[in-house]
């Protein structure tokens, strides 16, 4: 006869008696009696629950005509069990299931059923996917914002990676003075644009209008210009504030003020960069009745490899009067030029550019027949020279990229770039990133937490997959009923991905940064379709702590291959070396319930 005390797992029993299951897998047992001695099965009947408890109607848990479940034969006293499978039984509903036995030596069936016993399948782990739009767009992956958010401080101590050390940039610049003979002293300074109108008269409507026809690089007006610096990987827009302050013999005469803004554009695919300078809302004091710019100054470092090309004079009348705020442009081309056996993914080569960034102030003071005052050198697109700087941090390279051809090609490596996931047509990609991105506390590739990925771009990419998928693991562990199709296959999803240093399979010897010995180490999901909804599950009990590093999840491998197939195009057009941050965009959001015990949400995928 059946026992008087079934189980359900894995899980424990509440307060209340009911047995809180942590996979929808569940296991149902129950000891048998046979006075006998001889050996017996166990037939399983499940049925919904109502709130007290009760049974309501019966659930089917097999293909069996009854929907029964009958377990092997053991001998009396023993426990017999059975595995529902994944799909039969709904995560949050109340379930009673009883047994009945029946003896193999006597052929006799136990004429009553056990007790009930109540359990519920609550996972600490439940993500309720949307379903996957197949028509859904891939993401243009060069469509990269404007962003003033600057490259985290690398991870490692030391690294081959050029330096991202923004500690001279804006914000450093020195006041810079020189006395002439007759006691005329002009100090020169230069400081970041904060956006706010700085007491300087606007230009008119006709005059903006004709300075933003001029831009060279898009969002960037100069006439009204964002404050600081917005960049890309390939274009950049720095504003900054000059002031010029002349005395004699230490007696103040007046200040000259105006706007400079800074455009530079790189193209990807060469070396070739054009940049252009406009000097705006100049505004001249009373006390200085003429204001005079010379002709730019050109520097472009190093001097072997950074070629200029040309350089234009002011563009309009560089000299100012007090009322008068007209704009001056001034344009220059260079480039990076070496051959193609030169700095490579492995040695690129940063340059410093000074093109058309030198100002040299002239005021015309009270009592001087001509412009003889000193001239003082201003850099204001990239801080000191000599100090460097964030906006003069243009890496160059030429190399290989997949299956590409070497080509040579300039980015603001500063500017960290967003790889971003169509999550509408491969939400089981997308919501596993999203859980592990959000949950753990390395938050990979979160621009919100400042944790970018770092590309891997060598031979230990297989091997850290093999630490964290092994061979099998997705057959083990995947449900079938989540696949796309007749050929899709269970995938292991690896997160953070297996080609960074942020992999749990990267060993910290070689610039890993969340090492572990085995994927059992991770954060361990599976998707499983629940009726005509895909639910991201923890795995057969595996209760994640969230204090691990990284994340592995059986899911569709149609889903997986797919949200990173435009991986490579991404890699190519934003010039990625080994060691460059970027961003993961999982283009998910989440409702979730103020339960702290579980993850339960509900995943919408963001439009596109």
């Known amino acids: 006869m059946s026992g008087k005390t079934p189980t359900a797992g894995p899980g424990t029993k509440d307060a209340s008696g009911v047995w809180q299951v942590t996979t929808p897998r569940v296991k149902l047992s129950?000891?048998?009696?046979?006075a006998d001695g001889g050996t017996m099965d166990l037939t399983f009947e499940v049925w919904t629950a109502d709130s007290s408890g009760n049974a309501k109607t019966?659930?089917?848990?097999?293909?069996d005509q009854f929907g029964v479940l009958v377990s092997g034969y053991v001998k009396s006293g023993s426990t017999a069990s059975v595995t529902v499978g994944a799909g039969y039984l709904k995560p949050n509903v109340d379930y009673v299931f009883h047994t009945s036995a029946y003896a193999k030596e006597s052929g006799l069936y136990e004429t009553s059923w056990s007790p009930w016993a109540r359990f519920r399948v609550t996972m600490p782990v439940d993500l309720t996917l949307p379903n996957p739009k197949a028509s859904a767009v891939n993401p243009d992956q060069s469509a990269q914002p404007y962003t003033k958010t600057p490259a985290p401080a690398s991870p490692w101590t030391t690294t081959v990676a050029p330096n991202r050390d923004r500690s001279t940039g804006p914000g450093s610049f020195p006041t810079r003075c020189t006395t002439s003979s007759d006691g005329v002293k002009v100090c020169g300074k230069a400081e970041?644009?904060?956006g706010r109108d700085f007491t300087l008269p606007r230009e008119t409507n006709a005059q903006k209008k004709a300075a933003a026809a001029s831009s060279l690089v898009s969002n960037c007006d100069p006439a009204n210009p964002p404050a600081g610096v917005w960049t890309t990987r390939f274009e950049e827009c720095s504003s900054f504030t000059l002031s010029w302050e002349a005395s004699i013999n230490n007696a103040p005469v007046g200040t000259v003020k105006a706007l400079v803004v800074n455009e530079r554009k790189l193209d990807p695919q060469s070396g070739n960069i054009t940049e252009r300078i406009s000097v705006t809302n100049v505004d001249v004091p009373a006390t200085i009745p003429a204001f005079t710019l010379d002709t730019p100054v050109i520097d472009c470092e190093p001097s072997g490899n950074c070629s200029v090309q040309s350089v234009s004079g002011w563009q309009g009348a560089a000299s100012w009067i007090p009322g008068d705020h007209h704009t001056v442009t001034s344009d220059a081309s260079y480039v990076w030029g070496p051959t193609l056996t030169g700095p490579s993914s492995s040695n690129p080569q940063v340059m410093k550019l000074g093109v058309a960034v030198a100002l040299q102030g002239n005021p015309k003071l009270p009592g001087q027949t001509v412009q003889s005052s000193p001239a003082v050198f201003m850099d204001v697109a990239g801080g000191d020279l000599e100090k460097g700087g964030f906006t003069d941090q243009i890496r160059c390279d030429n190399?290989?990229?997949?299956?590409?051809?070497p080509t040579i090609g300039c980015v603001f490596h500063n500017y960290v770039p967003t790889y971003t996931f169509n999550a509408a047509k491969y939400p089981q990609a997308s919501a596993h990133a999203w859980l592990i991105q959000h949950k753990l506390t390395n938050h990979p590739g979160s621009l919100a937490d400042g944790k970018p990925l770092y590309f891997l771009a060598d031979s230990d990419i297989s091997g850290n997959r093999t630490v964290i998928c092994p061979t099998g693991w997705a057959a083990a562990n995947g449900d079938t009923s989540a696949l796309n199709g007749t050929t899709d296959q269970p995938n292991c999803d690896e997160f953070a991905f297996n080609s960074t240093y942020n992999s749990g399979g990267m060993p910290s010897l070689a610039g890993g940064l969340n090492p572990v010995s085995s994927g059992d180490?991770?954060?361990?999901?599976?998707?499983?379709?629940?009726?005509?909804?895909?639910h991201l599950f923890n795995i057969d009990g595996h209760t994640p702590t969230w204090k691990e590093v990284c994340g592995r999840s059986a899911i569709s491998g149609s889903d997986n291959s797919g949200s990173m197939a435009g991986f490579g195009a991404f890699n190519a057009n934003q010039r990625l070396l080994d060691r460059d941050p970027y961003w993961l965009n999982t283009n998910m959001s989440a409702a979730c319930s103020s339960d702290s015990t579980t993850v339960k949400c509900t995943m919408t995928a963001k439009n596109l």
């Open 30 to 34: 129950n000891t048998v009696t046979n």
């Open 58 to 63: 019966q659930v089917p848990i097999s293909s």
């Open 399 to 405: 190399t290989k990229i997949v299956s590409q051809a």
């Open 521 to 534: 180490a991770c954060v361990q999901t599976f998707a499983s379709k629940q009726g005509s909804t895909v």
């Open 192 to 194: 970041p644009y904060d």
